[in-house]
């Protein structure tokens, strides 16, 4: 077997062992994996000085609310939490405080360019000097899809037997969505640089 040969054999049993253990996990799991990878992103843009602590905690006190009204106990979202510092030190306060922010927040992420998150929470009118948060938390989501959709048509062809390198996944996804290649794969190395979750390259 070639050295070529290797590898690609290689990679496609690490892809497939990658999709048939996210099979496996229970939605538990799932939601666990989910919320660990999207801290790791969010702190990863605090530390470039992208993102604000603020907006990062807005966004994960609201997905912790979301999974809270969705039947999730405190117990369970504890566990939850990747940082050891976030699961000893808590407070317990009422939905009834948090909801007001979770809420603005998300009516914040889909306001118009010129509507500041102190005009949402209706506590100012000016503006703001930053990029706003939700353009950030908008290319956030919009890298991951197109690493995401990289990924699946590595593991997609790995299924069928087949290899299918980088290079190509990209090239498919970004003929797919009408993109450059150049697009695809630069936001496929940055979701890569911000957390090690994703398929081998």
Not at 27 to 55: F, N, P
Not at 162 to 172: C, G, N
């Amino acid at each position: 077997m070639s050295k070529k040969s290797k590898r690609a054999h290689a990679v496609k049993e690490q892809v497939i062992a990658a999709l048939d253990a996210m099979k496996s996990l229970s939605d538990d799991e799932k939601y666990q994996v989910a919320l660990e990878a999207w801290c790791e992103i969010l702190l990863h843009e605090v530390k470039a000085g992208k993102l604000s602590k603020t907006a990062a905690s807005l966004d994960l006190m609201s997905s912790a609310l979301s999974a809270f009204d969705g039947g999730k106990s405190h117990a369970f979202l504890r566990m939850c939490y990747p940082i050891k510092a976030w699961r000893d030190e808590t407070v317990e306060i009422p939905k009834a405080w948090v909801r007001p922010l979770a809420e603005a927040w998300q009516a914040y992420k889909v306001a118009g360019p010129e509507t500041t998150l102190g005009e949402v929470m209706g506590v100012e009118g000016g503006g703001q000097g930053k990029r706003p948060a939700r353009f950030v938390m908008q290319s956030l989501k919009k890298e991951i899809r197109r690493a995401n959709d990289v990924d699946i048509e590595i593991g997609v062809a790995a299924m069928d037997s087949q290899f299918l390198s980088k290079e190509d996944a990209i090239a498919a996804v970004a003929e797919r969505h009408g993109i450059s290649a150049d697009a695809v794969k630069m936001a496929y190395n940055s979701a890569v640089g911000k957390r090690g979750g994703h398929f081998p390259k």
